[in-house]
């Protein structure tokens, strides 16, 4: 359905976004009515109504003067129907506006179809924008200490950071993903010790992460009861900073089998990073002349031999730049990397995705930045997050993310097995099972706002209903069943031949409407950095298709049309389901 007779209000997009073509009909008639109500304001009025009112409206909102309840009825009184919006209604102070079904669900599915079969781009693109056109974004996520196995903990940043550099792409911004592994201090020099007396070159090339964890366990314990296996682990780590070669060799062999052990889990998490970088990368010249320019700035003072900035008057208490024994201090090196990253990237914006309980390092790491006067400091975002409380195995022995998964995927794998006809179709049921577990793990991370802390929930986050991930693939797995399950009804004809008009009941209408709401679901939780809002409408999507199967029959529906017409629909809910699920970093199944 051609949209070039409606009027273009800035900031729109009814090309891609299906509902903002209704809502400028809703404004067009508003405006028509009441002059004085801009186009572009009557637009902002239009929300997304209550169940059984697709867009309402508050008249007070536009503050014409006297009561708003007289203005309502005027815009009722002069509203002429046209091929967007059927009706109006005016409720006291409120207008309710419906849209014409068969315009509104030829719209949607038309729309859906276009952008994932026949994208521009060659990719699935339907929920996608262009506001970040032009810029570009570096967002810092998951960090890890090299050495140390791949926490929980990890976990929420690694998810939420996959998240954002997926949305951020969705509307239009260059994006550049980073790994910033905590590969540099005093605990490397703590190791290294430890590996002279606990270490076993042939554990290190098993699994060096494990190797490094335990030997670090051990060597922790003794510098507790020893204090002078702190004095040398701190010597050990001077002569790194300094550039002995010798001290070096070690370090290196150990980073990289962890950054080669850390893309495998990040691979099994269906995540990558462009740049794997490090507080070890971060040039001695860069911090060295960010110090200087602190010093020169008249902003840093000595205590007892360690040199800090004073952030009291901002309420950020005392920053340590510098340790009394002329270390490098994890703020400065941030200091000293952002610094690069900017001459690097020229970011329009730079996220870093951290623990809330990190809150005053980066609002001291970010004052810093400004009082230096570098104007692109404001550019730079904390994006915090609560803690996951109570992560361990069943039996309450590890905190590790590879045995969590290990354990979700072999329970999702008995409960495969339960069926027996089905299972036999799964082509991979062991990694199917780990793509399902993994899909628990997240929908239940992702599903409350960030910023709350959740306690892990096994029963709940394994079970196939309610909202949970492996609800939602199962909603998926059904949808992409369907064509398989009727075959004399594919390939079906293109959008132009379907008869829209058929999917007349209120179900499909519900369907429909949701489905041309996700364009501005993917624009809020860019706007909000929220994965939240994302679940909740795949959750939504998934609960509508189950209370759906039994009203819109495809297999043994005698009208073909209305069984196509059907089908389309399913069709255009999966390829929705499926996007929203890729959003999350979630890889949509097939079978399962």
Known sequence: ????????????????????????????????????????????????????????????????????????????????????????????????????????????????????????????????????????????????????????????????GAFLCNVYKACGWEVTSLNYLGDWGRQFGLIAVGFEKYGSEEELEKNAIRHLYDVYVKINKDAEEDESVNDAARAYFKRMEDGDESALTHWRKWRELSIERYKTEYERLNVAFDIYSGESQVGKESQDSCLKRLEDMGLVSDSNGAKIVDLEKYKLGKAIVRKKDGTSIYLTRDIGGAVERYEKYKFDKMIYVVASQQDLHLAQFFKVLELLEYPWAKSLEHVNFGMVQGMSTRKGTAVFLEQIIEEAANVMHDQMQSNEEKYKQIENPHETAQEVAITAIKIQDMSAKRINNYTFNWSRMLSFEGDTGPYIQYAHVRLASMERKNPNLVPLPPAAEIAFDLLSEAKARDIVFLLATYPDVVKIAQERHEPSGVVTFCMKLAHLIASAWETLIVKGEPDEQKARARLFLFICARDVLGAGLRLLSIKPLERM
């Open 1 to 160: 359905m051609s949209t070039s007779t409606l009027p273009s209000i800035p900031g729109t997009d009814p090309e891609r976004s299906p509902l903002d073509a209704f809502k400028i009909a809703v404004a067009a008639s508003i405006n028509k009515a009441l002059p004085e109500v801009s186009l572009e304001a009557a637009y902002k009025a239009a929300d997304i109504g209550r169940k059984g009112v697709d867009f309402s409206v508050a008249v007070a909102r536009f503050k014409l003067g006297g009561k708003p309840d007289p203005w309502a009825k005027k815009v009722e009184e002069s509203f002429v129907a046209d091929d967007y919006i059927e009706s109006v209604k005016a409720e006291g102070a409120f207008l309710s506006f419906t849209a014409r079904t068969t315009s509104l669900t030829r719209n949607v599915l038309t729309t859906i179809d276009h952008f994932t079969n026949h994208s521009p781009t060659g990719q699935p693109s339907y929920g996608s924008n262009e506001s970040g056109k032009g810029k570009n974004v570096v967002i810092e996520y998951s960090s890890p200490n090299i050495a140390k196995q791949f926490h929980v903990g990890h976990l929420r940043s690694t998810i939420i």
